[in-house]
């Protein structure tokens, strides 16, 4: 097993302010921008998992980052919306088989 995060390895810090995905970019409530900092991070995950035998890769759900069925819906309202985070988007494009978190029950057979 290999635990990863995304927004630490970028240097976020923990806890950190509430990002969402809004036209394309990373963003906080007040419009900063955060793009550099999760491609960082998802290369540096990337580059911790290459070489290895992953099988699956479960992830939070929700996150900006790692988000797999729903992401936050781009206003701040708290409100949930269809769709993937950055790093999970990536880990799909290249063939990693992605699990939610929520719903690893469906893998013990629940």
Sequence with gaps: MIAVCPEVLAGLPTPREPVELRDGRVVDV?????????????????????GKSIDL??????????????????NFSGQKVAGSGLFAQKLKELGYHVVDVEDIKQLEGK
């Excluded at 955060?34 to 580059?47: Q, R, S, T």
């Excluded at 890769?57 to 781009?74: M, T």
């Design 30 to 50: 007040a419009g900063n921008c955060y793009d550099e900092m999760f491609e960082k991070g998802i290369k540096c995950c990337l580059d911790e998992m290459a």
């Design 57 to 74: 890769a479960i992830l939070q759900s929700r996150s900006p980052s790692c988000g797999v069925n729903q992401v936050y819906d781009r």
